[in-house]
């Protein structure tokens, strides 16, 4: 054979093998990449700032869905089955649905126990958990404590370091990378409440009204003081008798601004205004993608800020209009 022949045939099977190879190694770090779903934006978002593109990750709610009500689609029965690691709030919020994604997926890896299925609740210091016996009576009440904990920053940043560890736990040749980028976060947030408590506190704001208790840890983190909520209970709609109340209690305590999740109907609302036009009421956003500018948390916390400046601005303007 001639030699030139020789060395070419060489040469092009250890180039194939090399390429072939690099391909193999290509897929593996492919497959190796985990695959994470979470019940909400806001975990979404948190697992984002903590893996960056370490992760694929997916939310099953929307940011502006009510997230006690999901319906358990088989699509998301789907998603279960192909992930890593399932994240949710906990704290029963997503009892009525999640249960029923999990056993629809019958994969072992996310199931209740397992390393691959992390409730971040457990791990926070929650407000409102019920200290006497709870009944449907009370509404659509959380025993454990209130589960919308990402609404407070710092809470968040404790979040983040809690899914930090797990995918570090799964992961653990990213395990360095997940946990500075959580500290990363947690620094940021932390300079960043020192200015936004600042704006609040010079917004001259001290009392609101919402819709539901979904703002508890927004208010108690920047000391609003939350005098009054809608509903007359969780999960009740606003009735004639208990919207007479609130109206009453604006005007004596001379309340500046509410605020209603985008989730709920704002109509009670206005009849508020029509009684108390001096009052400012908002629609707000209470999860990211909630309206298409809140593409984060920080975006969130920022718009929450913002409707308590403004609101402000626009009860001196009503006054003055009036």
Do not use: C
Not at 43 to 54: I, T
Not at 166 to 184: P, T, W
């Amino acid at each position: 054979m001639n030699l030139a022949k020789v060395i070419f045939s060489k040469t092009f099977l250890v180039t194939g093998f090399s390429a072939l190879s690099l391909g193999l190694v290509v897929a593996t770090a492919a497959e190796a990449k985990l695959t994470v779903l979470t019940t909400t934006t806001d975990l979404r978002s948190l697992v984002e700032v903590v893996a960056g593109d370490l992760v694929t990750v997916e939310a099953i709610a929307k940011g502006t869905q009510d997230p006690h009500f999901i319906e358990a689609k088989p699509s998301f029965m789907v998603k279960a089955s192909k992930a890593d690691l399932v994240v949710s709030v906990g704290l029963d919020l997503e009892v009525g649905w999640l249960p029923s994604i999990l056993r629809g997926a019958r994969n072992p890896k996310v199931a209740e126990g397992s390393d691959g299925y992390l409730e971040v609740g457990n791990s926070i210091d929650v407000l409102e958990a019920a200290t006497g016996k709870v009944s449907r009576a009370d509404g659509d009440v959380h025993p454990q404590g209130n589960p919308h904990f990402t609404l407070d920053p710092l809470r968040a940043v404790k979040a983040a370091n809690v899914i930090a560890e797990r995918l570090a736990k799964l992961d653990s040749a990213n395990a360095v990378k997940y946990r500075e980028n959580a500290l990363n976060f947690g620094k940021g947030i932390d300079e960043k409440v020192k200015l936004w408590s600042a704006r609040v506190a010079k917004s001259g704001v001290k009392k609101v009204i919402s819709y539901h208790k979904t703002l508890t840890y927004f208010f108690d983190r920047f000391k609003l003081d939350n005098v009054a909520i809608l509903e007359p209970k969780p999960g009740i709609p606003p009735t004639s008798a208990h919207i007479l109340s609130v109206i009453n209690l604006i005007r004596e305590q001379k309340v500046p601004l509410i605020l209603v999740e985008n989730y709920f109907d704002p109509t009670v609302t206005r009849k508020i205004i029509q009684e108390v036009p001096e009052v400012v009421a908002h629609t707000v956003p209470v999860a990211v993608e909630g309206e298409p500018q809140i593409k984060n948390l920080e975006d969130l916390y920022e718009d929450l800020i913002k409707s308590v400046e403004t609101s402000t601005e626009n009860s001196v303007s009503k006054r003055k209009a009036g």
